[in-house]
C-alpha cells in the first residue's frame, strides 16, 4: 500500500504524465481510502484548471511607463 508522502507525489507527478498501470491503480486503491488525499487531488486539480483559464486570459492593457516607475520607486523604497 502506498503512503500519503508517495501519493501526494505521484498525483503531482500524473498531472505531467500518465502514470503507469501499477502506480495508477495504487493511487486510486490508496484515495478510496485515505480522505485527506482525496482532498489534495481535488485541490491540485482545481489550481490546474484555474492556472489553465488564468493562462488563457492576457492582460487587457499593459501597464502604464508611469505605473512601471510607480512599482520601480515602491521597490526601490520597500528594499532601503
Not at 38 to 46: D, M, S, V
Amino acid at each position: 500500500m502506498l503512503t500519503c508522502k508517495e501519493v501526494s507525489k505521484l498525483v503531482s507527478e500524473s498531472l505531467e504524465h500518465p502514470l503507469p498501470f501499477r502506480q495508477r491503480m495504487g493511487v486510486r486503491l490508496h484515495l478510496m481510502m485515505c480522505s485527506m488525499c482525496r482532498a489534495y487531488q481535488k485541490q491540485t486539480l482545481l489550481l490546474r484548471a484555474a492556472m489553465r483559464t488564468y493562462a488563457r486570459h492576457e492582460p487587457s492593457e499593459p501597464l502604464s511607463e508611469q505605473a512601471r516607475q510607480r512599482i520601480k520607486n515602491a521597490l526601490k523604497t520597500d528594499g532601503k
